[in-house]
């Protein structure tokens, strides 16, 4: 028995081993991002719970005299969205600028040129910029907020923007700061199954992205073309449907409404659905630069001010993760390019090819408290639980820990896994071969192949044993899965 239990520790060492160095491979390439399963699911997954807290809400506050007018009328807010040009924002942002002054998460966005970005010119300004970000909020960072329109004038190819986005991702990833959110943020219409942008087109490869953000208005406010109060499933919808397809979550960096006509009540709407289908953030769009989208009258200016500040109380609201259903809308807008927001045309469900990959079925955790100790070997007996799924279709199968910041604290890949019942053992180690801490914890599967992508997930709860007595030997320090 002593000797098997030998064989297996080494078994487990070679394993523990590979993997890594596979893992102390995977910072600084473009090549290795492309190899991280669980990077492309979602380093903030969404809670399954009936609850979920309530989604950070602001507005724009690109400067302190913007961030200082929008919190006297809306009170400290928990995010706020933030616009910067072609030049790398200086790292002082983070400290005696709008970043540093909000105490909030942002959402931010610049602009270099992507043949500047790819020439590397541009590399110690990002590698400055990223590595002084703090700690304590989510930085939700993009490049090239709304590119479509750039793409199809010619500025730069859809080629370009997706290797400059990802070069930008491989520079951020080397500041190993787990609040920091690679995402893209697209014009609403483009989550509709038809338009003639498909935001799939735009995402790279290698689960680059790991949030999706939407610019999403009711039909005829960008215009300024007799705007009406919309729905917010009427806009929004069937982008919260297109990021659930690919297993991303979500959040609206801009949305508003062109009318005071019933603009506070449509405001409390947005804030409350936003909220209930598990938006990442949601910042109204409140610039001078487009005045009849500004909040005026006291009412309006008040209902945002009372949701931006339960947003901020953080108090649990209802969450109902059933996939939207847009109702119809009398009109569609023509998309337009920059500066002019396009609407999305409204849409039953996701499309067709989003249903055509692999399901993930079954998921189950037995049992669902883990209880670890120094070793997680006690008396030549593991402590472990089972994981157990069932795939519809052969695929690239991993199943991801994720902390309660959202954040991949232990990854298996299980390639090319055939269709039918996969079962593991999980062990609670980290990637880095450390015993999680006690805490709740989600275990989420990604499935993916040709066809599409698929996601499921499961909470684990991780508590301290005690009295456990038993063996400390070679196993304990080498059995790490």
Request: aromatic share 10%; net charge positive; proline share 8%.
């Amino acid at each position: 028995m002593r000797y098997g239990s030998v064989a297996l520790a080494a078994a487990f060492a070679l394993l523990v081993g590979t993997a890594a160095m596979r893992a102390a491979g995977n910072h600084g390439s473009t090549a290795s991002l492309s190899a991280l399963s669980c990077s492309s699911a979602p380093r903030l997954a969404a809670n399954t719970s009936s609850v979920t807290t309530a989604t950070p809400l602001g507005v724009e506050a690109s400067g302190p005299s913007q961030l200082t007018s929008a919190t006297s009328e809306f009170g400290h807010m928990p995010v706020i969205r933030v616009y910067y040009a072609a030049a790398i924002p200086s790292p002082q942002e983070w400290s005696t600028g709008v970043l540093g002054r909000s105490h909030s998460s942002v959402v931010l966005s610049f602009d270099p040129a992507p043949s500047v970005v790819l020439s590397g010119a541009d590399d110690s300004a990002l590698r400055r910029f990223f590595d002084a970000a703090p700690t304590g909020h989510a930085i939700y960072y993009s490049y090239y907020a709304e590119p479509e329109s750039y793409i199809r004038k010619g500025h730069f190819s859809l080629a370009q923007f997706k290797a400059a986005f990802t070069h930008i991702v491989v520079i951020a990833d080397g500041a190993h700061n787990p609040y920091l959110h690679s995402t893209l943020i697209l014009q609403g219409q483009d989550g509709s199954p038809g338009d003639e942008y498909n935001f799939r087109n735009y995402l790279p490869s290698g689960g680059v992205i790991s949030v999706l953000g939407w610019d999403a208005y009711p039909d005829g406010t960008v215009e300024d073309q007799r705007p009406y109060q919309t729905a917010p499933a009427q806009f929004m919808g069937a982008d919260i449907a297109a990021s659930r397809s690919v297993g991303l979550p979500f959040g609206f960096a801009e949305f508003a409404l062109g009318t005071p006509t019933g603009q506070p009540q449509w405001l409390t709407e947005v804030a409350n659905y936003l909220q209930s289908n598990g938006a990442l953030f949601g910042t109204l769009f409140n610039a001078s630069g487009f005045p009849w989208m500004v909040l005026r009258d006291g009412a309006s200016i008040q209902a945002w001010r009372t949701a931006v500040a339960r947003s901020a109380s953080d108090a649990p609201v209802a969450a109902p993760f059933s996939t939207p259903t847009p109702a119809p809308t009398p009109t569609k807008s023509t998309p337009a390019p920059k500066p002019t927001k396009t609407t999305p045309p409204p849409a039953p469900s996701p499309s067709a090819s989003a249903t055509s990959g692999p399901t993930i079925t079954g998921l189950s955790i037995t049992p669902r408290t883990l209880a670890v100790t120094s070793s997680n070997f006690v008396g030549l007996r593991f402590m472990s639980v089972r994981m157990r799924f069932k795939l519809s279709q052969p695929a690239d199968a991993s199943i991801c820990v994720l902390n309660k910041q959202g954040s991949v604290v232990r990854e298996i890949n299980l390639r090319r896994s055939p269709a039918g019942w996969v079962t593991r053992w999980y062990y609670g180690y980290d990637q880095h071969h450390r015993l999680l801490p006690a805490g709740h914890y989600q275990v989420m599967v990604t499935a993916s192949n040709a066809k599409g992508i698929a996601t499921a997930q499961r909470g684990l709860t991780v508590t301290g044993l005690t009295g456990h007595g038993g063996c400390h030997c070679v196993l304990n320090r080498t059995a790490r899965r």
